[in-house]
T-cell receptor, first 110, second 116 residues
Framework: TQLLEQSPQFLSIQEGENLTVYCNSSSVFSSLQWYRQEPGEGPVLLVTVVTGGEVKKLKRLTFQFGDARKDSSLHITAAQPGDTGLYLCAGEAGTYKYIFGTGTRLKVLA | EAGVAQSPRYKIIEKRQSVAFWCNPISGHATLYWYQQILGQGPKLLIQFQNNGVVDDSQLPKDRFSAERLKGVDSTLKIQPAKLEDSAVYLC??????????????FGAGTRLSVL
């Protein structure tokens, strides 16, 4: 069974701080996606990484795919209250099939 | 472009009752997914359709859950009979697969089910 473990599970930080969220598995994935979900809404895609070692930046968010395509990280620089939400990684485990991680709930305090 | 529509938004039922959820995907999206998301956890794939055919239903509890996608468009997910542990948000998503880097799942807002 393919599993994606995220850490930390919860994170509460002050505005302006930096943070990193990790997504780890023992399985290899064809691609890995990061989503953000706000209360009462469905997840919204932030980024897709495909190549081992790939780094993508989206404003203050930096995403990295591990060389072996088994893990990924999300780094947020100078967090803002608008970054608050549930962050989910999802690995492509088959034809169009995705396995979601356990989730990291982030709260950024003003 | 209209998003993924789901209804109802909320449903409260007693255990052993039946319930059905409806999903209307984005027009032209061939792939449709149903996920179960228990509070505070990541979504778990229940079933995946490609047009009107089932691609993966390995995690669907088939003794009580059923799903169909008639004509490759709308889809319904049914639970009969419901158990307390079925309390969760049921998310529908659709996608138009282009390639690994460009596949985007668009999610509906979900149906929050409470089983009492």
């Amino acid at each position: 069974t393919q599993l994606l473990e995220q850490s930390p599970q919860f994170l509460s930080i002050q505005e302006g701080e930096n943070l990193t969220v990790y997504c780890n598995s023992s399985s290899v994935f064809s691609s890995l996606q990061w989503y953000r979900q706000e209360p009462g809404e469905g997840p919204v895609l932030l980024v897709t990484v495909v190549t081992g070692g790939e780094v993508k930046k989206l404003k203050r968010l930096t995403f990295q795919f591990g060389d072996a395509r088994k893990d990924s990280s999300l780094h947020i620089t100078a967090a803002q209250p608008g970054d608050t939400g549930l962050y989910l990684c999802a690995g492509e485990a088959g034809t169009y099939k995705y396995i979601f991680g356990t989730g990291t709930r982030l709260k950024v305090l003003a | 472009e209209a998003g993924v529509a789901q209804s109802p938004r909320y449903k409260i039922i007693e255990k052993r009752q039946s319930v059905a959820f409806w999903c209307n995907p984005i027009s032209g999206h061939a792939t449709l997914y149903w996920y179960q998301q228990i509070l505070g956890q990541g979504p778990k794939l229940l079933i995946q359709f490609q047009n009107n055919g089932v691609v993966d239903d390995s995690q669907l509890p088939k003794d009580r859950f059923s799903a169909e996608r008639l004509k490759g468009v709308d889809s319904t997910l049914k639970i009969q009979p419901a158990k307390l542990e079925d309390s969760a948000v049921y998310l529908c998503a659709s996608s138009l697969y282009i390639n690994l880097a460009k596949n985007i799942q668009y999610f509906g807002a979900g149906t929050r089910l409470s089983v009492l």
